[in-house]
């Protein structure tokens, strides 16, 4: 097997990993790059590969840094079949749908108002991409045996993090490999824990956070503490939110602080037809989080829907208190700009992010103290409390992810290292090889290694 490099290197976005067996290709993962200009840059560059050499598209879970990229796989050329859990192809009925929707936005808005260099502004994909992807995607359940490519065999284990999320297992008789995907956190207040880890020769591990250690908080309690204190000067709450994990874990908090008294009964608006949607799936799937049926009922009470555009104008012209859950995540789209440009400039205001915020987004200027933000072509004054809520997010961090690789039956012959910043990488790096004495890498954008007998004589390797 030969394994390349080509996405989610020196980055948190734009996975994809593209693995080679007896001249046969897939790809793990088909992520769209976010963040800086020079990544999203990528997502319009030619591709190293032909779209119509890869047979199978396998999928560790929705997120579209992780599927984001398969309509413009398909428009490109891909005709091949995409495997994903249940709940993984549920979420992308919803997300890639969207993402399309968005990106034609864009360019129409970009082309009204004549910001774009290009005439005219095209869209990545569009819904119709989105829509025929959809039709090429098969479902296996977490641990059923299925075949990507001949002579392959495939397996997804639980990775926690969302619902669907898998870590990929992937053997040949003579070589294996598995892919974390991203991992959760055992003590997620919403998502079950990852599975343990089977034994393979080579890992390829997520390192978001490689570098750090999530607080040790009580997350409802300091949630809790930050509302308390903006609803009580009467700010209303802009939470940036990620529509699926996010928007849910945040609804859950909320309405337990509501039902033991620690929050007084203000609205709770849920700004995101994507994240109502993919709230209902809780119900579905129900044997991956840890929520009963009366609390997935209690979230749904505590927290009012908004589904229309002309409810959510509405909402700018309330006053507070009050808290819109909005997506997106790293405000780099979507409803939760528009709050933002009404409600950023006030300095009574609370934005508030939950989660991890990567380089060149919005979220990630705000977090880092910008003055101003650039939405539809005008600089915002940022005069509103900023906060962010570190603890809350959804991956694993340094400690957790050295705990699941502790996990694994045996060490494998080789770990390598992606989807994180640098620092984060090498902060993991270094762990790695001191704590559990593996042998370890980094690789870069576009490189290839072979695995299995011939991987020792590969210079590419070491």
Known sequence: MRLGFFGATGTVTGSR???ECDERRMLVDCGLYQGYKQLRLKNWSELPFAASSIEAVVLTHAHIDHSGFLPALLRRGFRGRIFATPATFELCRILLPDSAFLQEEQARFLNRHGYSIHKPALPLYTRADAEACLELFETVRFGKAFQPLAGLTARFCHAGHLLGAASVHLENGQDSIIFSGDLGRSGDPLMNAPQSPPAADCLVIESTY????HEVLDLQA??????RTAIARGAVVVVPTFAVGRAQLLMLLIARLKAAGALQDVPIYL????????????????????????????VFRATRMVRSVEQSKALDRRGGPMIILAGSGMATGGRVIHHLKVFAPDANNLILFAGYQAGGTRGAAMIGGAKTIRIHGQDVPINAQVMQLSSMSGHADADELIAWMRKLPRAPKHTFITHGEPSASEALRVRIKRELGWSVSVPEYRDSVVLGPAAERNPANR
């Open 17 to 19: 990993y593209l693995l």
């Open 210 to 213: 490689g570098d750090r250690r």
């Open 222 to 227: 300091q949630l809790g503490v930050i509302l």
């Open 271 to 298: 700004d995101s037809p994507m994240a109502t949607d993919a709230t209902q799936l809780y119900r579905v799937f129900a044997d991956e989080h840890r929520l009963s049926h009366e609390e997935c009922a209690q």
